[in-house]
C-alpha cells in the first residue's frame, strides 16, 4: 500500500462547477497536510495546509482533514480553465520522518 | 519571497558521466530536499539535509550522494549517470519540519 494515495485522473469538470480532490494517507500519527498545484512544466507551488480535523477555507479553495478516516480532500469552487494542473497532496509524517510523502497527485481539467 | 535557485533547467548527459545539480536557497532555511518526479511517480525523496554537513537518506538514495557545505547550498551528485536517471529533479527548502515546501524551478536531465 502506498504511504499517500491519489487518483491519477484525470477529472474533468464544466466550469463553475465544484472539483473534489481526495487523498488517504496510511500513517495513522502523520500531522500535517498540504495540497500542491503543479501546472505542466512548473514546480509545485502550496495551495493549503491542514493540520486539525475539519475543513479549512482560503478563497475559493476548501481542504477537508478526517484524521480518523485518514483522508484528506480538497474542494475547489467556482472552478476555472485556470485551474486545470496537477494537484498533489503531501503529508507529513510527524515521527521519525522529517521530510514530506507525495502522492502521485489529480490531474483536473475544467472543461470552458 | 523564498527563492530556491537550481542551477541548471536543463540537462543533457552521456551515461557513465558524473553529473552535479546545485541548488540554492535564500531565506535561511534549515531544511532542504532533492526530489525527483516522474511520471506517474510523483515526487519521490532522495536525499534531505536537516542542517549543514547533516544528510539523511531518503526513499531512492541509490545512486545518488549529496553535499551540504553550507546553509544556503545543496547539491545533488549522481557519481556514474545512468539512463534510468532521466528525470525531473526538483530542490525544496523548508523553515521547519511541518512547514511549507519552497521549491525550485527543476533540473530536467537527460541521460543517454
Known amino acids: 500500500q502506498k504511504e499517500v494515495e491519489q487518483n491519477s485522473g484525470p477529472l474533468s469538470v464544466p466550469e463553475g462547477a465544484i472539483a473534489s480532490l481526495n487523498c488517504t494517507y496510511s500513517d495513522r500519527v502523520s500531522q500535517s497536510f498540504f495540497w500542491y498545484r503543479q501546472y505542466s512544466g512548473k514546480s509545485p507551488e502550496l495551495i493549503m495546509s491542514i493540520y486539525s480535523n475539519g475543513d479549512k477555507e482560503d478563497g475559493r479553495f476548501t481542504a477537508q482533514l478526517n484524521k480518523a478516516s485518514q483522508y484528506v480532500s480538497l474542494l475547489i469552487r467556482d472552478s476555472q480553465p485556470s485551474d486545470s494542473a496537477t494537484y498533489l497532496c503531501a503529508v507529513n509524517p510527524g515521527t521519525g520522518r522529517r521530510a514530506l510523502t507525495f502522492g502521485s497527485g489529480t490531474r483536473l481539467q475544467v472543461q470552458p | 519571497d523564498v527563492k530556491v535557485t537550481q542551477s541548471s533547467r536543463y540537462l543533457v548527459k552521456r551515461t557513465g558521466e558524473k553529473v552535479f545539480l546545485e541548488c540554492v536557497q535564500d531565506?535561511?532555511?534549515?531544511?532542504m530536499f532533492w526530489y525527483r518526479q516522474d511520471p506517474g511517480l510523483g515526487l519521490r525523496l532522495i536525499y534531505f539535509?536537516?542542517?549543514?554537513?547533516?544528510?539523511e537518506k531518503g526513499d531512492i538514495p541509490e545512486g545518488y550522494s549529496v553535499s551540504r557545505e553550507k546553509k544556503e547550498r545543496f547539491s545533488l551528485i549522481l557519481e556514474s549517470a545512468s539512463t534510468n536517471q532521466t528525470s525531473m529533479y526538483l530542490c525544496?527548502?523548508?523553515?521547519?519540519?511541518?512547514?511549507?515546501?519552497?521549491f525550485g524551478e527543476g533540473s530536467r536531465l537527460t541521460v543517454l
Open positions: 525544496a527548502s523548508t523553515i521547519s519540519e511541518a512547514g511549507e515546501l519552497f
Open positions: 531565506m535561511d532555511h534549515e531544511n
Open positions: 539535509s536537516y542542517d549543514v554537513k547533516m544528510k
